[in-house]
């Protein structure tokens, strides 16, 4: 199993950008897709990025396409999350998540979530 602890979450302003990591421990870490899932106040969570094992494939939910970018360094066991051009809705806590299927880059079954990291966007 992976152990999954976030890092890089704060205040910032509309506009500007924050990078989130995901540092993993575990030995099925490189066997694993990764991704970044957020839960908003009184909402659901929900998914946001995953990437495959390998890197080679990546997808992004419709309302960060275009401005979050995930990618990960399997050689540190890191996963970031680099979000730009945030928006007050963006506000939420994410969750670093490991997905059984290693190559599928929407997750499927979460084996393994982190303990979340808060970001918040003023107006």
């Known amino acids: 199993q992976v152990q999954l602890v976030e890092s890089g979450g704060g205040l910032v302003q509309a506009g500007g950008s924050l990078r989130l990591s995901c540092a993993a421990s575990?030995?099925?870490?490189?066997?694993?897709?990764m991704g970044w899932f957020r839960q908003a106040p009184g909402k659901e969570r929900v998914f946001v990025a995953g990437?495959?094992?390998?890197?080679?494939?990546?997808y992004y939910a419709d309302s960060v396409k275009g401005r979050f970018t995930i990618s990960r360094d399997n050689a540190k066991k890191v996963v970031y999350l680099q979000m730009n051009s945030l928006k007050s809705e963006d506000t939420a806590v994410y969750y670093c998540?490991?997905?059984?299927?290693?190559?599928?880059?929407?997750?499927?079954?979460?084996?393994?979530w982190g303990q979340g990291t808060q970001v918040t966007v003023s107006a």
């Open positions: 990437i495959t094992w390998s890197g080679s494939s990546t």
């Open positions: 998540a490991s997905g059984t299927n290693p190559y599928n880059p929407r997750l499927g079954v979460i084996g393994s």
């Open positions: 575990g030995r099925t870490y490189g066997d694993s897709a």
